[in-house]
């Protein structure tokens, strides 16, 4: 069964930077990239960013680009965002992603609220 938990969310203030987890189990990690999407209030969901099964190569949406890093731990079965100079704007549930062979999956979302 898949499972996608995502962590790590919570309030900062404009500036501020934040960390997220996603821990990935069900299948196999290191053959498959991985995504961040993000869903602010009133808007459709958006990817912010991916990388590959190696972790080699990523790419970010432009409202995010050189502020956001993503990485992933493939002996720990787990991606990260690293999130810095975060405005208001980046307000949104935050959600990891994988597209196996015949299906998508989400994990549950983790909060994010920037705000002074």
């Known amino acids: 069964q898949v499972q996608l938990v995502e962590s790590g969310g919570g309030l900062v203030q404009p500036g501020g930077s934040l960390r997220l987890s996603c821990a990935a189990s069900?299948?196999?990690?290191?053959?498959?990239?991985m995504m961040w999407y993000r869903q602010a209030p009133g808007k459709e969901r958006e990817l912010v960013a991916s990388?590959?099964?190696?972790?080699?190569?990523?790419s970010y949406a432009d409202s995010v680009q050189g502020r956001f890093t993503i990485s992933r731990d493939n002996a720990k079965n787990t991606i990260y965002l690293q999130m810095n100079n975060l405005k208001p704007e980046d307000t949104a549930v935050y959600y990891c992603?994988?597209?196996?062979?015949?299906?998508?999956?989400w994990g549950q979302g983790t909060h994010v609220t920037v705000s002074s």
């Open positions: 990388i590959v099964s190696d972790g080699d190569s990523a």
């Open positions: 069900g299948f196999t990690f290191s053959l498959y990239a």
């Open positions: 992603n994988v597209l196996l062979v015949f299906r998508e999956y």
